[in-house]
């Protein structure tokens, strides 16, 4: 109740109406779509909602301030920093991690991978897997370099057993299932 909730591809606005519903009258939804066609046309089916709120823009770029939770409708090769940054203490953000033909075409995994949960506490960001996915590309989110640590990651099947996400600088060791530039799901509990 209350809370601020980012929608990053938000598509025509059906799961924004229902993060509206749940947010209350108190809180807000900025809802985010890359294409402008699907923007207008959510403005449109959620212009009832005066608590929400439709950009059309990049959601890896477009900076929607502090946030209590962030839900990514689209597919991603890692975790944006805007992303992280942007969760309050407490807040919440679950996305889709996953592989792409045009990075990495022939492998047979291209547009599938794991929804992650991400939760930004005092000590750290605790994280774990939710399930395996399949969505449509998030413009911005895909990295050739990524996609290529995802495609290990999802080989030795070892994210589900992530605990945390960190981001201090540091070499990867045992405890890293996916080490990334500027990100580490980790089997370490968060501190």
């Not at 947010?23 to 909602?49: C, H, K, M, Q, W």
């Not at 495609?151 to 060791?173: K, V």
């Amino acid at each position: 109740m209350g809370e601020h909730v980012v929608h990053a591809g938000c598509g025509t606005g059906y799961y924004t109406a229902l993060i509206a519903q749940m947010v209350t009258a108190s809180g807000r939804v900025t809802a985010i779509e890359f294409a402008p066609e699907l923007a207008d046309r959510a403005r449109r089916n959620l212009r009832r909602y005066s608590r929400v709120e439709v950009i059309t823009g990049d959601a890896t770029k477009y900076d929607p301030g502090p946030a209590d939770a962030i839900f990514v409708n689209a597919g991603a090769t890692h975790p944006c920093r805007l992303w992280i940054d942007s969760l309050k203490m407490s807040g919440r953000l679950v996305f889709a991690m996953t592989r792409w033909p045009e990075v990495s075409a022939g492998d047979g995994v291209a547009g599938w991978g794991v929804m992650m949960r991400v939760e930004r506490r005092h000590s750290g960001y605790a994280a774990r897997w939710l399930s395996h996915c399949a969505f449509f590309p998030c413009f911005g989110a895909i990295d050739r370099e990524a996609d290529r640590r995802l495609g290990d990651a999802l080989a030795r099947f070892t994210l589900s057993d992530t605990r945390s996400l960190r981001r201090e600088e540091h070499s990867a060791d045992e405890s890293c299932l996916l080490h990334g530039d500027g990100y580490c799901f980790s089997r370490l509990d968060c501190p």
